[in-house]
């Protein structure tokens, strides 16, 4: 069973930065494609940034030039660092790990494995 632990949510100003965490098991990190996904209330869930393990990555059009998403090989995490943030960036994010079929236009495809989220707010 795939184990994928959320941390460092929180609430920021607009503008601001967070740097989430999404730790889990040394064999699920080297071999599938991770994302992160957001869901606001009232919306449905969205695809954020995926990082195939060779290296590439996809973002969403909204948080293209903000955000950034890396893998930290020695603590087995996907990051998500999230720079001059939006009130409309508001949402419980998600981490995702999958097998490693890419897409170029949506990232990670395929059957995804999910953590518990983390709560993001971001206030005017």
């Known amino acids: 069973q795939v184990e994928l632990v959320e941390s460092g949510g929180g609430s920021v100003q607009t503008e601001g930065s967070l740097r989430l965490s999404c730790a889990t098991s040394?064999?699920?990190?080297?071999?599938?494609?991770m994302a992160w996904f957001r869901q606001a209330p009232g919306k449905e869930r969205e695809g954020v940034a995926h990082?195939?393990?060779?290296?590439?990555?996809i973002y969403n059009e909204s948080v293209k030039g903000r955000f950034t998403v890396s893998r930290d090989t020695a603590n087995n995490s996907l990051i998500l660092q999230m720079n001059s943030l939006k009130p409309e960036d508001t949402a419980v994010y998600y981490c995702?790990?999958?097998?490693?079929?890419?897409?170029?236009?949506?990232?990670?495809?395929?059957?995804?494995?999910w953590g518990q989220g983390t709560q993001v707010t971001v206030s005017s």
């Open positions: 995702a790990a999958g097998p490693q079929i890419w897409s170029s236009r949506s990232g990670c495809l395929g059957k995804k494995s």
């Open positions: 040394e064999s699920t990190f080297k071999d599938s494609c």
């Open positions: 990082s195939h393990p060779d290296g590439r990555t």
